[in-house]
């Protein structure tokens, strides 16, 4: 089933987000993930991608395979790891810069994690897929919130829009 995009443009009266985008109707998420962030690369775009740990290692894994001619460069931040390897890279940023060197998810163009951190506020697009949307997402340009097929979580995505045209914000 292919994911039906709502581009609305929403200004925000704090911060510097100008556009929310929901995509409704994801039935597998890695795939459309992969092809998603595929797409913001090339347009320059670097994103900060808000999911639960398994997602994550399952779309870090996904983002090394998934096109023979291309791949994404991206790194993990994972906050049980904090201190670690310059703040919590996974094996999947430490191949995707470099093996082993300190504070590599920070200079990727795509990051995977489960929450937002102070400096994810230099990467411009946020894409969401957690619920409910977590506070301070006005610091990125772009927010895509990523709604799968389940009716309460897309109800819910739809109350978030009707409230005020962008996200809740806690």
């Not at 994550?56 to 090394?64: N, P, V």
């Not at 703040?87 to 990727?108: D, I, M």
């Not at 097929?149 to 009707?162: F, G, N, S, T, V």
Request: proline content about 8%; some cysteine; overall charge positive.
């Amino acid at each position: 089933q292919r994911a039906q995009a709502l581009n609305a443009p929403a200004p925000l009266e704090r911060g510097g987000m100008k556009t929310v985008v929901f995509h409704f109707n994801v039935g597998a998420p890695v795939p459309y993930l992969c092809r998603l962030l595929r797409k913001a690369n090339h347009a320059g775009q670097r994103t900060w991608v808000l999911l639960a740990p398994g997602l994550a290692h399952e779309l870090d894994a996904a983002l090394w395979t998934f096109s023979p001619d291309e791949f994404i460069a991206h790194g993990r931040y994972e906050a049980d790891h904090e201190g670690g390897l310059g703040g919590g890279e996974s094996a999947g940023a430490k191949g995707a810069a470099g093996r082993g060197q300190a504070g590599l998810w920070q200079r990727a163009p795509v990051v995977l994690s489960e929450q937002l951190v102070a400096q994810s506020s230099s990467w411009t697009l946020l894409i969401n897929l957690q619920e409910p949307v977590p506070p301070d997402v006005e610091r990125f340009e772009r927010l895509i919130e990523i709604v799968p097929a389940d009716e309460a979580l897309k109800q819910a995505a739809r109350l978030r829009w009707r409230r005020s045209g962008r996200p809740a914000v806690p």
